[in-house]
């Protein structure tokens, strides 16, 4: 289960990325690699864990691509936990149940929230 301060701290390391974009006018792909690291140091110090993670990452990556930011979906892939597992994939396996959830949970998100493109 994820924690409600989970989702508050996604917000702010939202609302970081934009204001990273916007004012220091950094690339979203740059500002997303920055903002994946963020979020692995809070969630294995402070969070719910590699599954709070997973869930955020699948999120996030869902709404990157359908957004259009490709730079920002690349720069989204659990990059430090593999090199945290030492890139040792059999122990990382488990896991990818979990970012399937939260892919499942921003494609919602995404249709839900009217974002997607409609034909006229």
């Known amino acids: 289960m994820v924690a409600v301060e989970d989702f508050f701290v ?17 690339n979203w792909g740059v500002a997303g690699v920055w903002l994946n690291l963020l979020w692995f140091i809070y969630q294995t110090s402070f969070g719910s864990g590699w599954v709070g993670y997973h869930h955020g990452l699948g999120v996030a990556f869902v709404l990157a691509v359908g957004w259009g930011q490709y730079g920002l979906a690349w720069a989204l892939v659990p990059w430090p936990l593999l090199i945290y597992l030492r890139l040792e994939l059999g122990t990382y396996w488990p896991y990818l149940p979990n970012m399937a959830e939260g892919m499942l949970l921003g494609g919602a998100a995404y249709l839900l929230t009217g974002w997607a493109k409609r034909s006229p």
Do not use: D, I, K, Q
């Open 10 to 26: 996604a917000l702010a390391l939202a609302g970081l990325g934009f204001a990273a974009v916007r004012f220091a006018r950094l």
